[in-house]
Structure formats: C-alpha cells, structure tokens
C-alpha cells in the first residue's frame, strides 16, 4: 500500500522501554516480553519493526530503548532483516512525552514536515491491511495538523484498558474524529455501557503525529519535558552505532504520558476507530484471549497438556513436560528456574508479586538463567560453595572484553567450535575438547574467530563469584 501523502514522511518510532512483569516468569527486567517469539516465530519487537518496513510508504524506523537492551534490540533487528535502524538509549525511563518528545526533535532535523508514528514495541497487530488503511486515515489527518491517535473497536467490556470517546467527525477527513474524552480503565459495568453505545474505544496507546504541532504543543502544555529533551539531545553523544542521551538533562524530565501532557489538554486531538487485530499483550490472560484453543477452551504451547480442564493457559518453556488435570480458567507457565500457577482473572495482579520477589533481593525477576550479552549468551548450569559451571555461546568473530577477577580463577573447555584465548603475554588457539586454565588476577580474553559458534563451559572458582568482579582493559562494546 503506498501512501497518498508522499510528501510528508511516515518516520516509525518504536518505544522498547518496559520490563513486561505482568508476563514473568518469561518476561524479566534484563530480557522482557518485547524481545520474547510469544505470539510468532518473531519476537514482539521485530513483528512491530517489520510491520512498518514498506519503504513506500515509511522511513527506515528509530528505537528508543532502556541502554541496557540495545545490544538484544540491534541483533534482533539484523536477524529480522530490518535496516537503516537508529537506536537512541534512554539513560532512565520518563515514559512516552519524553520518548515522543525526543524523537520528535531528531527527526525535526531532517524533515521538519514529517510525522512521527509511536508504537509500543509489545503490541499484536494480526491485521496488516487495515494496519496500513489506519495509518493512512491517520496521516490524512496530521498532515493538516491534528495529532492522531488509533482507537481500537472494543470487542469485550475489557477494564484492562483506557478509553477514548469518539466526538464529531474532522471535516474533510474520511475516518476521523474529534477527542470528546480519554476515559481511565472503567470498572465493569461502565465498561459494559461503553461497549453498548458505541461512541467508546480501547486506547491503543499508538500515535501518529505531526513533528512540528506535537512539539509545538508541548512547548505549551509541558515546557519543562521538551527543555529538558533537548539539553539530553545537545549533551548527548554516539556510542558505537547507538546515542546515549545525557544522563542528568534526561531525567530531569517529568515522567509523563503523552495522554496526560498533550492529547488530553490539546484542541488538536483526533481519534481514528479501527479494527486490526491488536491485543496489548500485558498479561497472560492476553495471551490466552488470542491463542489457538481446544475444544474446551484451553491454549497449550510447548510441551504442555490441560487434561479435563477448561478455559486454562498452559505453557512449558524449559522442554519439560506440563500437565495441568482438572483445573478451570488457571495460567500455568514454567521456565527453567521459575513455575506460575495463577488464577487467569488475577492475571493482571503478579506485579506485586514480583516486586516482592525483587525485595527479597531474589535474581528471577531481573535475569533468566540465560543471560544475554553482546557477544552471545552464557548459561548458568550449576552453583555449589565457592564454584560455578556456565555454558557460553560466542557468536562468530565475536569478542568478550580482556579483562581480569580478582577473587576467582576460570577454567574453559571448548564443546565445539574454535576458541581464541589470550593469557596474560600469550595466546592459545583451542579446538574441540580442549581446554585452558585462566589463573585468579591474570588479564585475559575470549574470542571466536571462526564462522560457527562457540560453545565452552566455564567453570569458576573462588571466594566470590558475581558478575561484577569483572575489571575491564579493554572491550569492544565500550563497556570498559
């Protein structure tokens, strides 16, 4: 589909800042949900990025992401085949106006005529040709100034969601409307009226806006948020193929939605109903409302059973076998080192839960025992007093950062591929089951050079095992 407005510019800007509790125990703070294949073989983020790849009809996409993903966001973007990416990281989350706000001003800079389209990076959109016909209405409508926001035509009396009513048509512009009202998420009954008048719908929380009028407009509304976006863009600097917003300038703004700092203050606020499939997957619930189901309502994925069940939710992630027997409307999910069972009406209720955990200072809900990292991933396969065994994956021509520990000694066996190990003053080319020795305080480093990847296991030993007695000489990622 191509887009009528050629001369304004459709720039996608996807927001990848959450951590996605309310889907643990898969989705975790240093992996969360937007990176997980939950609803395809993709994860969330690339479906979202290759949903605006059409070079007809969108510049290439911009990402604004918390700067501890962005080595996971650019592979998962290389291995999705989307290009011309820019990656902005955000130094602490300050919610979507600063995003909106920030994006907006870098693309001021080359196309001060263009539009921003704002897409979380964790949404299902299941139907792509109305996606486009809606951004199409939604263009036609920036493009003489209004700021556009995409209203989803309710399917159920959800209360897991805000809501938009629906005011007088935009004159001359087929699809749109006025903003009468932005509703908080409504208890049951209010939410059974609105889905019985049918003037309300879901707030998606996807925008498309004009750059110059939305900036324009939070100089009014906001001054202090988009002051601050630009001192964090002017103090800013690149960082290998990312830019890293300064730090203080950035949070010094407001954490702020753009619902609450523009759209329900502006005069400009237009809403386009549209019906495209989108699920804002923020609880399994979700999950299970858009899954394949049995004949008695039950949604199973992986090595997983709901035996004389209904309505259930099962899914096993680690390889072993879930059986769930004689359970109604229940949310079973097992990971490697964490099991949910919840009650699905309560779905929307484990954030608490997993602060609690985080209290309790416990690392399930900020890592999994894969842990990802620039150059691969490393596993944690067993701990005991004072030793650790990992496996590390070493992706080809990949390099780990020369480095030294001073309270634990590592000792590598090569699995398969061809490891390069540096040693203090020497080096030492590794081959299938061979092994080195790296003694406690010596400088060393890892590498790949071959076009296979590496798998070694390491095991530490030593009076102190965590992953910050790590000091760093020198690192290709510049995390040194």
Wanted: charged share 25%; proline share 5%.
């Amino acid at each position: 589909m191509t887009n009528p407005f050629q001369k304004t510019r459709i720039h996608p800007v996807i927001l990848s800042g959450g951590a996605g509790v309310r889907l643990w125990p898969m989705s975790r703070e240093q992996y969360p949900k937007q990176f997980l294949s939950l609803c395809s073989e993709r994860s969330m983020l690339q479906d979202t990025a290759r949903r605006v790849i059409d070079p007809t009809l969108f510049a290439a996409p911009l990402v604004i992401c918390n700067q501890e993903h962005r080595f996971v966001i650019a592979e998962q973007m290389r291995q999705a085949g989307v290009n011309g990416v820019r990656i902005v990281l955000e130094p602490v989350g300050r919610n979507t106006a600063a995003a909106a706000a920030v994006a907006a001003l870098i693309i001021a800079e080359q196309d001060p005529e263009g539009q921003i389209l704002l897409l979380p990076a964790d949404h299902v959109i299941q139907d792509q040709d109305a996606f486009l016909e809606a951004v199409n209405a939604a263009a036609a409508a920036a493009s003489t100034g209004h700021l556009a926001t995409f209203g989803i035509v309710p399917t159920a009396p959800e209360t897991g969601y805000g809501y938009i009513r629906r005011g007088e048509p935009v004159a001359g512009q087929e699809g749109a409307f006025r903003v009468a009202a932005f509703v908080e998420k409504p208890p049951r009954e209010q939410a059974e009226r609105y889905l019985a008048e049918g003037d309300f719908f879901w707030n998606s929380g996807m925008f498309l806006l004009p750059v110059r009028q939305y900036l324009a407009e939070l100089e009014r509304w906001e001054p202090a948020v988009l002051e601050a976006c630009r001192k964090a863009l002017a103090q800013g600097h690149s960082d290998l193929d990312f830019f890293r917003l300064e730090n203080e300038a950035f949070a010094g703004a407001a954490s702020i939605s753009i619902d609450y700092a523009v759209m329900e203050r502006t005069e400009k606020a237009v809403v386009v109903p549209c019906s495209i499939g989108w699920t804002d997957v923020g609880a399994w619930s979700a999950l299970w409302d858009i899954g394949a189901k049995d004949g008695t309502g039950n949604v199973c994925q992986g090595d997983a059973i709901a035996w004389d069940s209904r309505g259930c939710y099962v899914r096993s992630e680690d390889g072993a076998l879930v059986a769930v027997l004689g359970m109604d409307d229940t949310v079973v999910v097992a990971t490697e080192d964490a099991i949910l069972v919840a009650a699905k009406e309560r779905a929307q209720d484990i954030k608490p839960m997993v602060e609690h955990l985080k209290a309790q200072g416990r690392s399930e809900p900020r890592l999994h025992r894969r842990v990802h990292r620039p150059w691969g991933y490393y596993q944690s396969l067993h701990a005991g007093d004072r030793f650790q065994v990992k496996r590390l994956t070493v992706a080809p021509g990949a390099r780990l950062s020369l480095q030294m520990h001073y309270h634990r000694a590592e000792h590598w066996v090569v699995v398969n591929g061809t490891a390069l190990v540096t040693r203090g003053e020497e080096q030492v080319l590794l081959r299938e089951n061979e092994s080195v020795y790296i003694p406690l305080g010596t400088p060393h480093r890892l590498e790949n050079p071959g076009k296979v990847p590496l798998n070694l296991i390491e095991v530490q030993s030593g009076s102190y095992l965590g992953e910050d007695d790590i000091v760093r000489f020198d690192d290709h990622y510049g995390r040194s």
